[in-house]
Every structure is written in structure tokens, then in C-alpha cells.
């Protein structure tokens, strides 16, 4: 079974400029994930897709991300303009949700972003 | 929301001998407690996971312990290897959403 699958891995802008990133899901998992981990810190939940509707964002900053999963599998995260302090690693995770109790969370690689 | 609390933040420990990582949680509510563990430049890799419905579960070298009462779990791993050298996250979610909240990891140095 192929795992979650993110890109780019790396990315360098300067602040005030744009940049998205992509994720694409374990095959047949309804649930999608983005967080946010800034170095030395555990992983901070953005941002929860269940299929293609928002389940949670109460922890997006929506004046500067905004997030899609449009057709229920792939996902973009977009940060318009960055700031210096969204260097971080974005890491995107997908679960099957079978039923009220969480179910496990598979975790990509991550894209790591510099912002100048 | 809830809060998850690690300690220690960097164990060193001789190969072969036990690494214990203790989480501390806030949210009685809460009834999943998984484990990951990062290696530099990767994702979080699921090790182990226990639900509330149970005190121990055990899957090879590896052990997670929960004590509801005192709302805390912990990570045990046996006969440690240098491959085991990375950081170590806990983390907890109540019943009724996937919300992880993440401890602040552990770094595990394993010395040959």
C-alpha cells in the first residue's frame, strides 16, 4: 500500500510571497490532515478534511492559509503572503474514519519551508 | 483543548538497556494515546497505539502503558538499538473527532 505522498519536500520564498503545497492521500482514506510542525515542537493540527468538506479548521489562520480537497482526494495548502515565522515543516496525514472512535493517522513526508 | 505534556526531553541510553518516555495528558475525555516516531527529515511513523478500553499493550520491544486515573502513558522500549536513536512523540484525541494533540517530542540517543 503506497503511503501519503507530499510535495515539493523543500521550498525556499521570501516573505510576503505565495506558495502552495500538495498532498495525496493513502488510497480510500476519506480523512485528510495538514499540520504545521516549527522546529523543535510537535505537530500542530491546521486543518481536517473529512472527503471534501471541513471537519476543523479552527486552527488556520485564514487571513494568510487557505486549504482545498477538491474531489475528496487530493489536497493543497496555500499561504498568501508568508510571513518569517510560517518556516515549518507541513505535513499532511490521512485516516480511514471508520466510526466515532479516532482511528490511526498516517503521516507523509512533509515539506519543509524557509521563508526569507 | 487538551494538552499533552512529555518528560524528558532528551534520553540517553546505553545499547541494550530500556528507554522509558512518560506523557502526561489534561483532557479526561480523551481515550486514544498513539506513539510516533520521527527520524530526521521524515514524517511521524506510527509505533504503537493504545484506547482507553485497556491498561498495556505490547507489540514486539515495544510497550505503551496507560493510567487513566493519573492520566498519564507511557512508551517503553526494551533492549535498545542504535536504530532507535530519533524523536518520539505522544499524543491524545477524544472520542468523537481525530483532533491529535501532540507532546513537544522526546529525543532518544541510543549509544553503541
Known amino acids: 500500500e503506497a503511503g501519503v505522498a507530499q510535495s515539493p519536500r523543500y521550498k525556499i520564498i521570501e516573505k510576503r510571497q505565495s506558495v502552495a503545497f500538495w498532498c495525496n492521500p493513502i488510497?480510500?482514506?476519506?480523512?485528510l490532515y495538514w499540520y504545521q510542525q516549527i522546529l523543535g515542537q510537535g505537530p500542530k493540527l491546521l486543518i481536517q478534511f473529512q472527503n471534501n468538506g471541513v471537519v476543523d479548521d479552527s486552527q488556520l489562520p485564514k487571513d494568510r492559509f487557505s486549504a482545498e480537497r477538491l474531489k475528496g482526494v487530493d489536497s493543497t495548502l496555500k499561504i498568501q503572503p508568508a510571513k518569517l515565522e510560517d518556516s515549518a515543516v507541513y505535513l499532511c496525514a490521512s485516516s480511514s474514519l471508520r466510526g466515532l472512535y479516532p482511528d490511526t493517522q498516517y503521516f507523509g513526508p512533509g515539506t519543509r519551508l524557509t521563508v526569507l | 483543548g487538551e494538552n499533552v505534556e512529555q518528560h524528558p526531553s532528551t534520553l540517553s541510553v546505553q545499547e541494550g538497556d530500556s528507554a522509558v518516555i512518560k506523557c502526561t495528558y489534561s483532557?479526561?475525555?480523551?481515550?486514544?494515546f498513539p506513539w510516533y516516531k520521527q527520524e530526521l527529515g521524515k514524517g511521524p511513523q506510527l509505533i504503537i497505539d493504545i484506547r482507553s478500553n485497556v491498561g498495556e499493550k505490547k507489540d514486539q520491544r515495544i510497550a505503551v502503558t496507560l493510567n487513566k486515573t493519573a492520566k498519564h502513558f507511557s512508551l517503553h522500549i526494551t533492549e535498545t538499538q542504535p536504530e532507535d536513536s530519533a524523536v518520539y512523540f505522544c499524543?491524545?484525541?477524544?472520542?468523537?473527532?481525530?483532533?491529535?494533540?501532540f507532546g513537544k517530542g522526546n529525543q532518544v540517543v541510543v549509544i553503541p
Open positions: 488510497s480510500g482514506h476519506a480523512t
Open positions: 483532557d479526561s475525555a480523551s481515550n486514544y
Open positions: 499524543a491524545a484525541s477524544r472520542r468523537g473527532n481525530n483532533r491529535l494533540a
